[in-house]
Structure formats: structure tokens, C-alpha cells
């Protein structure tokens, strides 16, 4: 299996690597220092068009996904209908790289897109497929693979080999055109509605964030009694700062 050195959760690195994917500079990632501050969440631009969440693979997290994806059959959309475009990871270290391909490819922030870009064309040719192919697609793209590496060595902290394995993962919520929060994440059985927002909210307003981000909060919260684990960390794409 191909492996990815993994990327570290940096708003400047993610940043990076969708500018050089094709992303217009019109949006960037940006930290989120708090979900509680007002104050703090005043940083980040508005309307934040996706959320990425990373979050220690703990004993907790595991449970609960095994459970809420034994009931669901494995999706199978592909296609300019779908709701959300979803992406199946195969590549080891890769969640980072899939979690922001999800933030650009759906919703408001995929008319950001510069036309004839690399991700203009992945996305083309990714709409069509089902996700087998589309995970096909993403495995045998150079331009993938190109940009990854580049945004891989700029870190602030030294990068790690493409050998090394993360307990951190990568999940990413955005707001769907229909006004949807969707948790999309490579390693589930396929993309997760998780509820239905105001058309004036966006991916980081208190509805959506009780939707999503809040509900994986509580529950590590909850088993912190057991040795549940609280490290997490936040950006969002959002405006670029003037």
C-alpha cells in the first residue's frame, strides 16, 4: 500500500497545499482557538465553508465507529447528484489529504475552484466515478501525490517518514448547497449526514458545531473518567484575511 508522510494540523500547511492543488488564494485555513470564546472564534472569517478535525484514535472513538457503521451498507454514489462527494481512503497517513480534499470539493468553497487547476481536473474526472474508482483515481495522481509531498516538509515541527503511523486522524464537516452538515471521512462506510442547518449558518456556527464537533468532544469527555483522550485541535476554510 502507498503511504503519505503525514501532515501536520497547520492552517499554513493545508493552506499550501490546496493553493498549489488549484484553490483560489480567495480562501485559506485558519486556526480555531476556541468553540466556547466568542471572543476567539471573532479570528476566523465568515462564512467557514469546512471544518478539519483532528483527533486521537482512541479506544472510544473506535467503538463508536465500529457500532454506527455496522448497520450502514458501503456507499455507493457517484455522479453529479450526489449530495456530497466522498472520498475512500487507501492511502496509509493520507487522512489529512482526504479531509481537505472534502472541504473543497462540496459545498460553497468548490466555486473556488480555478478552472483547468489540477483539482479542477481531479474533481471532473472524480464526479463520475463510484468511490473505488474514485479512490483509484486519487492513488494513481502524480499531481496528488506532488503537492502532497510539498506541503508534507513545511510544518512547524519536523516531518515524520511516510513509515511512521499517526494515532491522530483527520474528519472533515462541511455545509452541503442543500444545507446539510455532512461528517466526511475516508475510513467510514461513506459520507454522514449529520443534520439539517439554517441557510444563514455556516459550517462553524453553533448549530452545526453541535451537529458535529461538539458530539466528538462528548464523547471523549465522557470516557475521560477511563482514560479518554481530549487532544484536539481545529481549523476552518474560511475568507482569506484582507
Not at 447528484?81 to 473543497?104: D, F, M, R
Not at 474528519?171 to 444545507?179: E, Q, R
Not at 452545526?208 to 484536539?232: M, P, S, T, W
Request: glycine fraction near 8%; charged fraction near 25%.
Amino acid at each position: 500500500m502507498k503511504r503519505f508522510v503525514p501532515l501536520e494540523n497547520n492552517p499554513e500547511v493545508m493552506s499550501s497545499l490546496v493553493h498549489k492543488l488549484g484553490l483560489s488564494k480567495s480562501l485559506a485555513f485558519h486556526d480555531v482557538y476556541s468553540i466556547d470564546e466568542p471572543d476567539l472564534l471573532a479570528f476566523v472569517p465568515r462564512p467557514a465553508h469546512a471544518l478539519l478535525l483532528v483527533f486521537p484514535v482512541s479506544n472510544t472513538y473506535e467503538t463508536f465507529r465500529k457500532e454506527e457503521d455496522q448497520s450502514k451498507v458501503e456507499y455507493e454514489g457517484s455522479g453529479p447528484s450526489e449530495p456530497v462527494i466522498w472520498y475512500k481512503q487507501t492511502i496509509g497517513n493520507a487522512c489529512g489529504l482526504i479531509g481537505v480534499l472534502h472541504g473543497v470539493s462540496n459545498g460553497r468553497a468548490r466555486d473556488h475552484v480555478e478552472p483547468k487547476s489540477d483539482l479542477a481536473k481531479l474533481l471532473d474526472s472524480a464526479i463520475p466515478l463510484k468511490p473505488v474508482d474514485r479512490a483509484n483515481l486519487l492513488y494513481e495522481s502524480q499531481a496528488l501525490e506532488t503537492a502532497h509531498q510539498a506541503a508534507a516538509v513545511t510544518g512547524d515541527t519536523a516531518a515524520p517518514s511516510n513509515e511512521d503511523k499517526s494515532d491522530l486522524h483527520y474528519v472533515c464537516f462541511i455545509k452541503s448547497s442543500d444545507n446539510h452538515l455532512w461528517e466526511l471521512d475516508g475510513r467510514r462506510k461513506g459520507p454522514l449526514d449529520r443534520g439539517l442547518l439554517g441557510a444563514d449558518d455556516d459550517a462553524l456556527s453553533e448549530a452545526a458545531l453541535q451537529l458535529g464537533v461538539r458530539d466528538f468532544l462528548k464523547r471523549e469527555e465522557k470516557a475521560a473518567g477511563g482514560g479518554g483522550e481530549l487532544r484536539f485541535s481545529l481549523i476552518a476554510l474560511a475568507p482569506t484575511f484582507d
